[in-house]
């Protein structure tokens, strides 16, 4: 079946580091990869996506590259701020089927 | 801007209540889907809806039912509420046009707790 694991968290950064949370997925076909971010006391919302192999989504600083040979997904961003404080979700979503699937999501912390 | 709009931010219920959970969204959307959030877990999908009194189960059904009378509204329905139904729901929709690609939309969530 189709899942998504991502690194556990809470990461926690100082301002201007530099972060990598890890996505790793299983899945037949070819799926399309999502970032989604969830704020403190909000729902979801798209942060970038990528729908083929070697696409690069990106969007607010962030990127991620779509890695058919590592199965992977990683979101980087080069100087995160505190603002960036939330939780990430990876997920997928593969032809024929219109839900998502998420991984557990990675609360990110970042420190002034 | 898409809105999707939750009834509720924070429900408590007593086990054994029949509780309604609504969501409406502003855009026309064919699709819509409940998920709970739980810690750990990440987000599974309940039920989703791609047209009105169209539904299909999801992951984690059971316990649940759903109502999509209108296309703008999609309910959900806890028959009969159990303290393990305790968690963070999460309405979302898309518009039903784009297949896998689609971004979904999602409302703030309604936390509900089951004494």
């Known amino acids: 079946g189709n899942s998504v694991t991502q690194m556990e968290g809470p990461v926690t950064l100082s301002e201007e580091a530099f972060l990598t949370i890890n996505c790793t997925y299983t899945a037949t076909g070819y799926p399309s990869l999502f970032w989604y971010v969830q704020y403190p006391g909000e729902g979801l919302q798209l942060l970038l996506k990528a729908t083929k192999a070697d696409d690069k989504g990106s969007n607010k600083g962030f990127e991620a590259t779509y890695r058919k040979e590592t199965t992977s997904f990683h979101l980087e961003k080069g100087s995160v701020q505190v603002s960036d404080s939330a939780v990430y979700f990876c997920a997928l979503s593969r032809p024929g089927r219109r839900a998502l699937t998420f991984g557990s999501g990675t609360r990110l912390q970042v420190q002034p | 801007d898409v809105k999707v709009t939750q009834s509720s931010r924070y429900l408590v219920k007593r086990t054994g209540e029949k509780v309604f959970l609504e969501c409406v969204q502003d855009m026309d959307h064919e699709n819509m889907f409940w998920y709970r959030q739980d810690p750990g877990l990440g987000l599974r999908l309940i039920y989703f809806?791609?047209?009105?009194?169209?539904?299909e189960k999801g992951d984690i059904p059971e316990g649940y039912s759903v109502s999509r009378e209108k296309k703008e509204r999609f309910s959900l329905i806890l028959e009969s509420a159990s303290t393990n139904q305790t968690s963070m729901y999460l309405c979302?929709?898309?518009?039903?046009?784009?297949?896998?690609?689609?971004?979904?939309?999602f409302g703030p969530g309604t936390r509900l707790l089951v004494l």
């Open positions: 979302a929709s898309s518009p039903g046009l784009a297949g896998a690609q689609e971004t979904q939309y």
């Open positions: 809806s791609y047209d009105v009194k169209m539904k």
